[in-house]
């Protein structure tokens, strides 16, 4: 029998754990109280906690294994002991030391906090338990990420201090080494075309001017693998059907700053295509089907123009509700006369239906506002067109950063889909300062307030002022798109402005207005609008020492005080896929004022057409052409305050706001103010790409414009001659504060007496 004080070594570390019941041997006793040694950090409560045994169980063999076991898997002690003192069972532990600090020397590539914060999601964190297998783990987790940057020398010093109280500080010291470049790019078997040519196709490619800034100097596995098959691509849709990548190699100098890549292909002959034809269940009449088929026999082989082919039979049969229909083309090489002739295989699949519409991602906007712009209804047959062109009339509402639209298949049947409809709200108040920057006048500032979404209804209100020395002006203005349930809307405006031009390049005078109408809009087709309405105008004209003579005999023949109701009418259509970000689609406007009765009786009109034209995925060319034209009515001249101007943001570039057209000296005046006029013509050509390097972000955008634009007096020839002309360099920026436009530019033809404005810009905040 045992002695009370006698000690007895139970079981000491793990191994001797796993080896208890043969190492071990003593007879089970009932544990009278369990006393816990060694902890610093932990609480005694934890220990119990894990401990599988309890005052009054009977410890044996197997029980003291279990618990060694059990202290170990907790991972804070590195070694574990039990005692036994009289029945009373010691645990004696030895803690882990836990981390005090984790720092980086040398870094400069990353962020330290970043790097802080991914090593806290493997669980090396300072306040931690040290655990050496983490700190090797994110030893070559740096090391892996500065490969990927391209610092293949970077070296990796780990150093672990110990400190009292058990604890330890951890410090990487990296050398980071110069960041490796593409010294030379080779592409072994080219026969067909230019090495230039080819390699002009890829990302990656040696240092240039511009790779400071886009890293395509550097290698990365990704952007090589996709410039792979971008020149898969190219060989492709050239007839080369049998080119095969054989190989690629890439190596690395002794210095480890230049990187060399060699690509093994294999070009094969180019084929052409020899016939086409249908099989399958086509549904559709073939000869229907045959019109979508962009291969043609006689022609080199093309892999855009088969996926297209695909693209386009998948499509159609969708719009009848086939939304999981396949298409398959397959090939039929002959190599000896170097033709392939495809036979596209029509699998239609089950005809399904939409079972139901869900709108994820609106916390402001109301459902009602989406769903009402869907062209795909619940409980009908899945249209594929339909489907999109509701996409698109959500992103034009103009309140999402983003929409995306998905139809996945309902679990347990074969012939239903949900529609769900995902968008990304972005700020729909808009406060909006504009500003023009010129030698003679500085800075003008204008301004408004709208809110296109009240609160979230889809109704517009907007708010405008103006307080320059040119401007004082005070308009409100309400619009609800959705009047009526089939999209009738309806607005009203109010306004009251004060307008002094003296300081302007245009002629003196002032004007003092009010007035307010309401206004409707009648959809007649998809893309179609009717816009009608009925305002009225109270106008009073003040002249200066400086008003035109011209502009003076008008008030003296008609005074200077004008009133009476105005009607409007014109028609829209509007096609483009974005109005945030438009990269296809056209805007065509017709617009008419006319003055119906009081003191005067003027037209005017107005015609524009813009178009986007995409080039590739990323690249957008925007034309634009305005027309104006108007005049007196009833043997009574035009108003000279209804008159056109251009020059400036929204026009001609370069040229200041208003310079344009006809100068008063030149017509006989004393001043040289321009008079403005009857006719105005504008048109710009602007080729839009996003900011190099900005990957899928659509908050930049950069252009290259060329304007062309000016006014014609009353009574003047129409010349084509007269028009000034500019280029340069815009970018709109979608930034956190709001959007923001500047444009650099340069007149081409400036005249005499022209008056220029090289920087303009705009500039906002949302809300």
Known sequence: MQKLRMKHNVLAGLLSALLASSAVAFDPFVVRDIRVEGIQRTEAGTVFNYLPVKVGDTLTDDKAAQAIKALFGTGFFKDVRLEVEGGVLVVLVEERPAISSLEFSGVKAFDKEQLRKGLREVGLAESRIFDRSLVERAEQELKRQYLSRGHYAAQITTTVTPLERNRVGINFAVDEGEVATIKQINIVGVKAFKEKDLLNLFALRTPGWLTWYTKNDQYSKQKLSGDLETLRSYYLDRGYIEFNVESTQVSISTSKEDIYITINISEGEPYSVSSVKLAGETLLPEAELLKLVTIQPGKLFSREQVTATIKAISERLSNDGYAFANVNAAPEMDKEKKQVAFTLFVDPGRRVYVRRIQVAGNTRTRDEVIRREMRQMESAWYDGEKINKSRTRVDRLGYFDEVTVETPAVPGTTDQVDLNVAVKEKPTGNLMLGAGLSSSEGLVFSGSVQQQNLFGSGKHVGVGFN??????????????????????????????????????????????????????????????????????????????????????????????????????????????????????????????????????????????????????????????????????????????????????????????????????????????????GDRRLVMNAEFLFPMPGSGQDKSLRLGAFVDAGQVYGVGKKFDIGDLRYSTGLSLAWTSPLGPLKFSLAQPLNKKDGDKTQRLQFQMGTLF
Not at 483 to 510: C, E, I, K, P, Q
Not at 519 to 536: C, H, K, M, S, V
Not at 565 to 585: E, N, V
């Open 467 to 676: 307080t320059s020395k040119i401007n004082t002006l005070y308009s409100f203005s309400y619009t609800d798109p959705y009047h009526t349930v089939d999209g009738v809307s309806r607005g009203f405006d109010a306004y009251m402005r004060d307008t002094n031009t003296a300081s302007l390049t245009v002629a003196s005078y002032g004007t003092k207005s009010f007035g307010g109408g309401v206004r409707y809009g009648i959809p007649i087709g998809e893309e179609d609008t009717i816009n009608f309405g009925l305002a009225f105008d109270s106008t009073q004209i003040k002249q200066t020492d400086y008003t035109p003579q011209r502009f003076q005999k008008f008030l003296e023949d008609y005074g200077n005080k004008f009133s009476g109701p105005i009607a409007t009418l014109g028609w829209a259509k509007d096609t483009l896929d974005s109005r945030i970000y438009p990269m296809k689609g056209h805007v065509a406007r017709i617009g008419g004022e006319l003055a119906l009765g009081g003191t005067l009786r003027y037209y005017r009109t107005n015609f524009q057409y813009q178009r986007y034209i995409p080039i590739g995925r990323e690249y957008t060319l925007m034309l634009n052409g305005e027309l104006g034209t108007a005049d007196g009515m009833g043997g009574r001249p035009l108003p000279f305050y209804k008159y056109y101007y251009s020059g400036g943001v929204g026009s001609v570039r370069g040229f200041q706001a208003g310079s344009l057209g006809p100068v008063d000296r030149e017509e006989g005046g004393t001043t040289d103010d321009r008079l403005g």
